[in-house]
């Protein structure tokens, strides 16, 4: 079974702070994707990152998949009290799209 | 947004009894998938559908059984529910070729007593 584990667990910050959200794994994945999960909801597609060393920003988010593909990152610049929620990172294992192998989450606070 | 309803949304249950959970799609994507969520592990997989009547077990499949004999419909069934499988419980969806995105329901909280 191949894992992701997700650092930090818990982060409560202040509005105006910036965070990084790291998603880390011994294996390599063919895609790597960012979920956000807000309570009573189900996880929402954030963005997808396929090429190592890719780079992609959604507003104050930027995201950021590993040369060798095995980890990704997400950094949040001035967050705000609506970046609240769970943030999911899911890996297709190479070979095996069909499945994703997701990632405990990090559950961010943000208060003003 | 993906058009995908899960019924019911809540439903509280004695253990032993049976429960069936479904999950319905206006999207004609050919993947279909169950997970459960509980605190400290994430979305685990229980089973999956990669088209009609083609199913295949996940991490998490004992106790659990599935069918899809429509594109649309995947239903997720506890034969004899125990109080191990309260949890919330997602459908995905996902139409690869493309990509491997998945789009979430709304989940369905469920309660075995």
């Known amino acids: 079974t191949q894992l992701l584990e997700q650092s930090p667990q818990f982060l409560s910050i202040q509005e105006g702070e910036n965070l990084t959200v790291y998603c880390n794994s011994s294996?390599?994945?063919?895609?790597l994707q960012w979920y956000r999960q807000e309570p009573g909801e189900g996880p929402v597609l954030l963005v997808t990152v396929v090429t190592g060393g890719e780079v992609k920003k959604l507003k104050r988010l930027t995201f950021q998949f590993g040369d060798a593909r095995k980890d990704s990152s997400l950094h949040i610049t001035a967050a705000q009290p609506g970046d609240t929620g769970l943030y999911l990172c899911a890996g297709a294992p190479t070979g095996t799209a069909s499945k994703l192998t997701f990632g405990t989450g990090t559950r961010l606070q943000v208060t003003l | 947004d993906a058009g995908i309803t899960q019924s019911p949304r809540h439903k509280v249950t004695e253990t032993g009894t049976p429960v069936t959970l479904r999950c319905h799609q206006t999207e004609n994507h050919r993947y279909m998938y169950w997970y459960r969520q509980d605190p400290g592990h994430g979305l685990r997989l229980i089973h999956y559908s990669y088209g009609v009547k083609d199913t295949d077990k996940g991490e998490v499949s004992d106790g659990y059984s599935v069918s899809r004999s429509k594109t649309e419909d995947f239903l997720l069934t506890l034969e004899s529910a125990t109080s191990s499988q309260t949890s919330v419980y997602f459908c995905?969806?996902?139409?690869?070729?493309?990509?491997?995105?998945?789009?979430f329901g709304p989940g369905t909280r469920l309660t075995v007593t």
């Open positions: 995905a969806i996902s139409e690869l070729g493309t990509s491997t995105e998945q789009y």
């Open positions: 294996s390599v994945f063919s895609s």
